[in-house]
């Protein structure tokens, strides 16, 4: 219905403009054959009659050719029975109206007011304009201000009902004997996470990697087989190097010769005989968010597997980079996270999830990132240790309530992870679940009153005051969360011929800087 009526407005606006130029053109050739038929013998009036009615035919057809187009999205339609595929006729309303504009109005000033008009057939609201007066104009700014704080409140309120409404888990006593047995290989590798991070051990990817997803097997993973099948795709990265000739020294090449592992298909000879292939890595389509299976995040899984998808493979990426003395970062996007790397004066992104190269402007189109986003720095920015470290805990925390919930040891995390990195996205969601859950306790205890009444118990008051304390700090961070359905139509629009080009363009570029960069 919102289609037809969008239509139907175009309709009468192309059909008037399309007869005042008819006009013209019917004038102007009449006049053409007056001219030719009477040469010199006109008279005066004649002249006069010519001027009029072509300039004024002309001021005409100016105001509405280059009228500023109208945006059709988002409008409300007016006076449409929802039983009829057509707009009823409204007798009241002209599809078309003449300016009408006090003296000393400028072309400007009709202009605007025939936007106006149109605007508001298409059922858009007039804009509110501010006064001229200076004071006047302060107190109108003040007032939508105050207007838009009330509706973003009623807003974040009717969130806030829907979550404390829901079931939500409870928060345990990691003190407890059974509790505090079950977890002591997560209490084991959170310590061991602090001691790289204080400098009491050297810091390695690899090793972390393996310790937190060793915590959550219980563990039971084989440390030798994660690393013999790292080990092996080592070795055929140097094998590449040495084939490729790319110097120690060349980042650029080095993280040229880790991309072919996620983007072909590597061969391995001994002695002119096939050794071994190295199939390029692939996306896993499969719970890709591990909802069902937390272990599916795995770089351990990857390996064998060789899917995985945009939390394994970045790491496992960096994990080579470490490996071979590269360059290279880890970064984040809205429920995403990529690797950036340099030849030392341009940054490039590096999408392992299908190998390819991306340009910012794709990273920007998810439409969840925005310029607070980009000035707080909790996207598109390269991870320094600290920022590796922050994931690395949340990654941790996020096997850890997966498995055993929420308590106050992972309370503890969280507050280590935040002192270690306070821009973490990652860390301040896990504080406001926190509270969120404490607010819900505390509204237990007092016989869950609405939330209109929560002042009047202090306890609950002060955990709801926090939490939405917390929820305000987030949303000035630039964090938008993006719905599962748009993270992936944003993964699968680097396959459109655009972003084909793009890539490709990139991926030349790469490969001639990185065979001369040595």
């Given at each position: 219905?919102?289609?037809d009526?969008?239509n139907k407005?175009?309709?009468?606006v192309?059909?008037q403009?399309?007869?005042?130029r008819?006009?013209?053109d019917?004038?102007t050739?009449?006049?053409?054959?007056?001219?030719?038929?009477?040469r010199?013998n006109?008279?005066?009036?004649?002249?006069?009659?010519?001027?009029?009615?072509?300039?004024g035919?002309?001021?005409?057809?100016?105001?509405?050719?280059?009228?500023?187009?109208?945006?059709?999205?988002?409008?409300?339609p007016?006076?449409?029975?929802?039983?009829?595929t057509?707009?009823?006729?409204?007798?009241?309303?002209?599809?078309?109206?003449h300016?009408s504009?006090?003296?000393?109005?400028?072309?400007?000033?009709?202009?605007?007011?025939?936007?106006q008009?149109?605007?508001?057939r298409m059922?858009?609201?007039?804009?509110?304009?501010?006064?001229?007066?200076?004071?006047?104009r302060?107190?109108?700014?003040?007032?939508?201000a105050?207007?838009f704080?009330?509706?973003?409140?009623?807003?974040?309120?009717a969130?806030?009902?829907?979550?404390?409404?829901?079931?939500?888990?409870?928060?345990?006593?990691a003190?407890?004997?059974?509790r505090?047995?079950?977890?002591?290989?997560?209490r084991?590798a959170?310590?061991?996470l602090?001691?790289?991070?204080?400098?009491?051990?050297?810091?390695?990817l690899k090793?972390a990697?393996?310790?937190i997803e060793?915590?959550?097997?219980?563990?039971?993973?084989d440390?030798s087989d994660y690393l013999?099948r790292i080990?092996?795709?080592?070795?055929?990265?140097?094998m590449l190097?040495?084939?490729?000739k790319?110097?120690?020294t060349?980042?650029?090449?080095?993280n040229?010769?880790?991309?072919?592992?996620?983007?072909?298909?590597i061969?391995?000879y001994?002695d002119?005989v096939?050794?071994?292939?190295?199939?390029?890595y692939?996306y896993?389509f499969?719970?890709?968010?591990?909802?069902s299976d937390?272990s599916q995040?795995?770089?351990t899984?990857?390996?064998?597997?060789g899917k995985?998808?945009?939390h394994s493979?970045?790491?496992?990426?960096?994990?080579f980079?470490e490996?071979i003395n590269?360059?290279?970062?880890?970064s984040?996007a809205?429920e995403?996270?990529f690797v950036?790397?340099?030849d030392?004066?341009?940054?490039?992104?590096?999408?392992?999830?299908n190998?390819?190269?991306?340009?910012?402007d794709w990273?920007m189109?998810?439409?969840?990132?925005?310029?607070?986003?980009?000035?707080?720095?909790?996207?598109?920015?390269?991870l320094?240790?600290?920022?590796?470290?922050s994931?690395?805990l949340?990654?941790?925390?996020?096997?850890?309530?997966?498995k055993?919930?929420?308590?106050?040891?992972?309370a503890?995390?969280v507050?280590?992870?935040l002192?270690?990195?306070?821009?973490?996205?990652?860390g301040?969601i896990?504080?406001a679940?926190?509270?969120?859950?404490?607010?819900?306790?505390n509204?237990?205890k007092?016989g869950?009153p609405p939330?209109?009444?929560?002042?009047?118990?202090?306890?609950?008051?002060?955990?709801y005051?926090?939490m939405?304390k917390?929820?305000d700090?987030?949303?000035?961070?630039?964090y938008m969360?993006?719905p599962k359905e748009?993270?992936?139509a944003w993964?699968?629009s680097?396959?459109?011929?655009?972003?084909?080009?793009e890539?490709q363009?990139?991926k030349?570029?790469?490969?001639?800087n990185?065979?001369?960069g040595n």
């Amino acid at each position: 219905m919102v289609t037809d009526i969008v239509n139907k407005m175009r309709y009468l606006v192309k059909r008037q403009v399309h007869g005042f130029r008819q006009n013209h053109d019917r004038l102007t050739t009449k006049w053409t054959e007056i001219i030719e038929r009477q040469r010199f013998n006109f008279c005066p009036t004649h002249i006069f009659l010519f001027f009029f009615f072509t300039l004024g035919i002309n001021d005409i057809q100016g105001q509405t050719t280059y009228r500023k187009s109208v945006s059709f999205s988002g409008f409300t339609p007016i006076n449409v029975d929802p039983n009829q595929t057509v707009p009823q006729s409204n007798n009241n309303i002209q599809y078309y109206q003449h300016p009408s504009m006090p003296m000393g109005a400028t072309s400007q000033d009709i202009i605007n007011q025939i936007n106006q008009q149109a605007m508001q057939r298409m059922g858009y609201p007039p804009p509110v304009v501010p006064p001229s007066d200076p004071t006047l104009r302060h107190q109108f700014i003040m007032q939508q201000a105050q207007l838009f704080n009330q509706t973003k409140q009623q807003i974040q309120i009717a969130e806030i009902k829907a979550l404390l409404n829901e079931d939500l888990p409870t928060i345990h006593d990691a003190e407890e004997v059974q509790r505090f047995q079950n977890i002591k290989y997560y209490r084991q590798a959170f310590s061991e996470l602090l001691e790289m991070q204080n400098g009491k051990r050297p810091f390695s990817l690899k090793e972390a990697v393996f310790i937190i997803e060793n915590a959550y097997t219980d563990n039971t993973l084989d440390k030798s087989d994660y690393l013999k099948r790292i080990k092996i795709k080592v070795d055929a990265l140097k094998m590449l190097m040495k084939k490729e000739k790319i110097s120690e020294t060349n980042n650029l090449g080095k993280n040229y010769i880790i991309q072919k592992l996620f983007s072909e298909r590597i061969v391995e000879y001994k002695d002119t005989v096939v050794w071994r292939v190295h199939k390029a890595y692939q996306y896993d389509f499969d719970d890709f968010l591990g909802k069902s299976d937390w272990s599916q995040m795995f770089v351990t899984k990857l390996l064998k597997t060789g899917k995985g998808q945009c939390h394994s493979m970045p790491l496992l990426y960096l994990i080579f980079a470490e490996e071979i003395n590269a360059k290279a970062w880890l970064s984040l996007a809205p429920e995403h996270s990529f690797v950036i790397f340099n030849d030392g004066r341009t940054f490039y992104n590096y999408e392992t999830t299908n190998g390819n190269l991306v340009s910012y402007d794709w990273l920007m189109e998810s439409g969840y990132i925005n310029s607070m986003a980009i000035k707080n720095r909790i996207y598109l920015d390269t991870l320094g240790q600290d920022g590796l470290m922050s994931t690395l805990l949340a990654d941790l925390i996020m096997g850890y309530t997966d498995k055993f919930g929420y308590d106050n040891f992972m309370a503890s995390m969280v507050d280590t992870l935040l002192s270690i990195y306070p821009k973490s996205i990652q860390g301040q969601i896990f504080k406001a679940d926190l509270l969120a859950l404490e607010t819900k306790m505390n509204l237990r205890k007092v016989g869950n009153p609405p939330i209109e009444e929560i002042p009047k118990y202090p306890e609950a008051h002060k955990s709801y005051s926090a939490m939405m304390k917390q929820y305000d700090f987030i949303d000035g961070l630039g964090y938008m969360q993006m719905p599962k359905e748009k993270y992936t139509a944003w993964l699968a629009s680097l396959n459109n011929e655009k972003h084909k080009q793009e890539n490709q363009k990139l991926k030349t570029d790469i490969i001639r800087n990185a065979k001369t960069g040595n």
